[in-house]
C-alpha cells in the first residue's frame, strides 16, 4: 500500500467539508515519480527525474463545485483546503443556474496496479541510457542529418480516492515511452523522421518490456536515411483527390482528434466552449447520427491492456468500462462524467481523470480506438490499392473547435501505383471533414496491424492539463480525399 | 507580501539548502512557487472554480562534464536534501556530455519594472464570481451564452547557484477570456493584467456581446487569398510562432527563418523586440538560469537583427548569452519572453477603412507547424470572422482553414494599429506578447467548414 496517514488525512478532509456545509466531497492524493532522458546528437543532453505530491479536495456546496488543492500535506492544511474548496463552491454558486446532480455510482473499495513484466526503474540506469546512446549512434552512421535525439520516459503514479460517498480506492500506474527523431535540413527544407510514432515518443502503461519490442537500434538508420531521402523527394500532389492509405502511427491521432475528442460530453454541453471548443456529435445525434461507413468500429475501453486510459476506477471512483462510441458507422456512445452523465439520464462510464493532485477531473479520453476490420496486412491492402497515396506518422495537426474541418501532415509518403508502393513523397498532407472523412473509409486492416498507441500529451481544460489518453489503430484506407497543401 | 506566497527569503532558505548538500563541481536550484486561482464558466454558469498552492525545486548539479537534474515539490527539509543527494548521484554516473558549457557565472541584473500586486495576489473567490456574475447576466439579458474565465495568479521564481547566482522576482496576472454564443455565430474578448483592478470585465462583455450579436448568421464565402485585417488575438498566434523560431536554438537546429539571414530583409516593415523591462508586459530582468535578460531587437523593419539565446546554446553557437533561457529542457532552451510588435498608427477603425475587399479575423484556432522553417501553419479562424467590403463590415463569414507562411503574411504588412494588447502565456507566466492589429496584402485560406 502507498498510503497510510494520507487516508486519515482524507477522511479529516472530507469531514472539515461537510463540517463547512459541503454536500459532497471527495479527495484525491497523488504521488508520482518521472523519469526523462534524452540524448541529442551523441551526448546525453538530459537526465531528470521528477518527484511531486499533493492533494486535492472538490466539493459540492450550496449545489455548486469548488475545487483546491496543495502540496503541502498536513493536517492544517487539509483543513485549510477542504475550507477554501467550500469557500470556492459558494462563490460558484453566486451565478448558479440549478443544483450541480450527479448520476448514480456505488461506493467503490479495491486496489489496482498496472501490470509489467520488468520495473522500468529497477532497469540499471546505464542499460536505459545506455539503450538511446546506441540508439542515437545508429542514426548518425547515416550522413546529412541536423539534429538527432533519442529519448525515453518512465512513470510510476499511486494514487488515493476517497469520497463522502463511501468509496476508498488506490491505483498504482507505470508508464513507459521512448522515441526517436532525425531531423535534415536542405534548401529551405526541414525534414523529419521519428519512431516509433511523432511527437517525441510513443507511450503505454507497461514497464521497460514496452522500450525492448520497438528495437531501436535496428530502425534508427532506417529513419535517418528517410529524413535524408525527403529533402530532394518528389513534393506530394497539389490539392488533388485521391485514395489515401493511412498508417496506423498517423491514424491513431486521426482518430484521437476527430473521434475522441467530439465524443466528450462536456464538450457537446458547452462546458469546454471557450478553449476546446464544442463538438458536432449534439446529443440529439446520439444513436442514430451516420458518423462513418460501415468499416467504422470505435470502442471506448479503461480495461485495454497496456492503453495510457486503462485503469481500475476513474477520479470520481467509477469503475473502469467498455463499449461503444461507433458502431458500424452509427455514433452510439459518449465519454461521460457523474455530471454530464446525469444531464442525459444516464450513468457514467468513468472518464474523468486530472493530470495530477493540483487539478480537477475533467472528462478525458481513456482508450478510444479504432477496431480492426477485415482487409489483412498493410502489405495486403496497399495491393489492393491500384492508385493512391500512402502517409504515415504524424508531423502536423489541426481542426476545428467542433471537430469538423481537419488538416493533419505526415512526415512521410509514397505513391501507390497498381498495387505497389512507388516514390517516396515529401510534405504529404490530407484536409477534409470528419464525417465525410470516415464516410469514406472503405478498408481496415486486421487485428495483426492494430497497434495500441499512446498520447501522452492532450491538453485540455483551465487551467491547463496534459493528459495521457491510448488510441489503438491498423491502418485503413479512404477514398476521394484532398491531398496536398504544402509545395 | 501575500501570505499565499512563500517570500524571498523562504525561496533562498530552499535554494540555499539544495546547493548545501549538492556534492558536485557546481550546483543550481531554482523554485517556482505560487497560487493559482481560475474561475470558469460556461452555459452562463460557474462550473468550475479552482485554487491550488504549488511549488517545485529544481536543482541541477554538475560533476565535470555530468549533469544531474531532479525536481521536487517536498520543499522540507529532507525533502530539499534527498533532491540534493539524488541530483548529485545522477550526475556523477551519467555519461559525460561534452558539449555542456557549465553553469553560467552570476552577472549583474539589472532592476526591471515591478510586476506584483499585492491586491492581486489575494483576490477571492467572491472577487472573482462577482465580477464573472456580472458579464453572465448581461449575456443572459441578451438571450446568448458566455463561457470563459477570469483567473489570478501570484507566482515568484527565485534562481540561485553555487557560482554566486541570485535572482528573485515576484509577479501577478490576472486574465480574463470570453466567448459568447448566439444561435448561430460567437465572438470572443480577453484582456490581461498584472493586476486585477485593470481588468475591465464589463469592456470584455461589451466587445464580446456586441461582436456576437454582428456574428449571426455568417455566409459563405469561398476560400482563396484575401486581404486580412487580425485582430490583436489572432496577431499573438503569429507572434508566438515566429517567436519561437527567433532562438539560437532554432538557428543552430535549422528550424529558424531566419538562419543566415541576419542583416537580411526577411519580413515586412514590422519590427519585433524582445524586452524585459517593459512597463507595459510582465517584466522580468533575469531569466531561468538567473542571468540578466537583455533587450534584444529581433527584427527592424523587417529585417533579421538577432535571435535570443540562452547559457548552452551561446556556449555551443560561440554566441554572447542574452539570458533568455527556459527552465532547462532539451526542446526549446530560450524564447522570446517579452516580445513585442512595434505599434503602428492606425486605429482599428483606420484599418478596415483601407480595405476595399478583405476579412477581418477575431482569432485562430488550434495552430499548429505545418513546415516551421517557411513558417507555414495551418489553423481555423473563430468567432468572429467577417467580410470587409469598401471599408465597412459587410456581413459575418463562416469560418476557414488556413494555410500560410506567418513571416510571408507579414511580409504583405499594409498597416498596424496604434494599441498594443498584452497577452500572457499560461498560469506560469512564462512569455507573455504585446501586439496590435495588423492589415495584410494576402492571407490564404484554404478550406472552410459549415459555421
Known sequence: ?????????????????????????????????????????????????????????????????????????????????????????????????????????????????????????????????????????????????????????????????????????????????????????????????????????????????????????ANAPRIAEEAVALLTAKPCPQDVRTTVVIGSAQLFLQVHESCGHPIELDRALGTEAA???????????????????????????????????????????????????????????????????????????????????????????????????????????????????????????????????????????????GGKLGTMLRNPTYTGITPEFWGSCDAVCSESEWHMWGTPNCGKGQPGQVGHTGHGAAPARFRNVRVGVVK | MSGRLLGEMELRRVCEEALQHATGDAAEAMVAAGSVELTRFANNTIHQNVASREASLQLRVVVGKRVGMISTNDLSQDGITRAAQSASEVARIVPENPVFGGLPDARPIAPAPGAYVESTAEATPIDRARRVEGLLRRARERKLTAAGYLSTTGTELAIASTKGVWAYSPSTTAAIEAVVIGGAGSAWAEQNATDLARIDVDAVGTEAIEKCVAAQGPRDLEPGTYEVVLEPYAVNDIAQFLGSSLTGQAVEEGRSFVAGKIGQKVTGDVTFVDDPFDAASIPRAFDYEGQPSQRVTLIENGVARGVVYDSQTAFRTGAANTGHALPPNPFASSMPQHLRLAAGTNTREQLIREVRRGVLVTRFHYTRWVHQLRTIVTG??????????????????????????????????LGIGKDLHLFAAGEWNIGARRVPALRLGAFTFTGSTQY
Open chain 1, 1 to 217: 500500500m502507498a498510503f497510510g496517514v494520507e487516508r486519515d488525512l482524507a477522511e479529516r478532509a472530507l469531514d472539515t467539508a461537510k463540517t463547512r456545509g459541503a454536500t459532497y466531497a471527495d479527495t484525491r492524493f497523488v504521488r508520482r515519480a518521472v523519469e526523462d532522458a534524452v540524448v541529442k546528437n551523441g551526448h546525453v543532453d538530459t537526465i531528470e527525474r521528477r518527484d511531486t505530491f499533493g492533494f486535492g479536495v472538490r466539493v459540492i456546496a450550496d449545489g455548486a463545485w469548488g475545487f483546491a488543492a496543495s502540496q503541502v500535506v498536513n493536517a492544517p492544511e487539509i483543513d485549510r483546503v477542504a475550507a477554501l474548496a467550500v469557500e470556492i463552491a459558494r462563490a460558484s454558486a453566486l451565478a448558479k443556474q440549478g443544483d450541480i446532480a450527479l448520476a448514480p455510482v456505488a461506493p467503490q473499495h479495491g486496489t489496482y496496479r498496472t501490470k509489467i513484466e520488468k520495473d522500468p526503474f529497477a532497469v540499471p540506469f546505464e542499460d536505459r541510457v545506455g539503450l538511446l546512446l546506441a540508439a542515437d549512434a545508429a542514426m548518425r552512421t547515416v550522413k546529412g542529418l541536423r539534429t538527432t535525439r533519442a529519448n525515453y520516459e518512465i512513470w510510476r503514479e499511486d494514487k488515493l480516492f476517497v469520497s463522502s460517498e463511501g468509496s476508498d480506492v488506490e491505483q498504482t500506474f507505470f508508464e513507459t515511452g521512448c522515441g526517436l527523431s532525425a531531423e535534415a535540413v536542405g534548401d529551405n527544407e526541414l525534414q523529419i523522421r521519428s519512431y516509433p510514432a511523432a511527437g517525441g515518443r510513443t507511450q503505454n502503461q507497461a514497464g521497460w518490456e514496452f522500450v525492448e519490442r520497438f528495437d531501436l537500434v
Open chain 2, 380 to 413: 481555423m479562424t473563430r468567432d468572429g470572422t467577417f467580410l470587409i467590403e469598401k471599408g465597412e463590415i459587410a456581413h459575418p463569414v463562416k469560418n476557414f482553414r488556413f494555410t500560410q507562411s506567418y513571416h510571408d503574411a507579414l511580409g504583405a504588412t
Open chain 1, 275 to 417: 478553449f476546446a471548443g464544442t463538438s458536432f456529435l449534439t446529443t440529439d445525434r446520439l444513436g442514430s447520427f451516420r458518423y462513418g461507413s460501415d468499416q467504422i468500429n470505435m470502442r471506448i475501453d479503461s480495461t485495454s491492456p497496456g492503453g495510457l486510459g486503462t485503469f481500475g476506477w476513474d477520479d470520481e471512483g467509477v469503475p473502469a468500462s467498455e463499449g461503444w462510441a461507433v458502431k458500424n458507422g452509427t455514433f452510439v456512445g459518449y465519454l461521460m462524467s457523474r455530471e454530464t452523465a446525469a444531464a442525459l439520464g444516464k450513468t457514467s462510464n468513468g472518464t474523468m481523470r486530472a493530470s495530477g493532485w493540483a487539478r480537477l477531473p475533467l472528462i478525458r479520453m481513456t482508450n478510444v480506438s479504432l477496431m480492426p476490420g477485415s482487409a489483412g496486412t498493410l502489405q495486403d491492402l496497399i495491393a489492393d490499392t491500384d492508385d493512391g497515396i500512402f502517409m504515415e506518422t504524424n508531423r502536423s495537426w489541426s481542426i476545428d473547435d467542433k471537430r469538423l474541418n481537419f488538416q493533419f501532415g505526415t512526415q512521410i509518403g509514397w505513391e501507390i501505383k
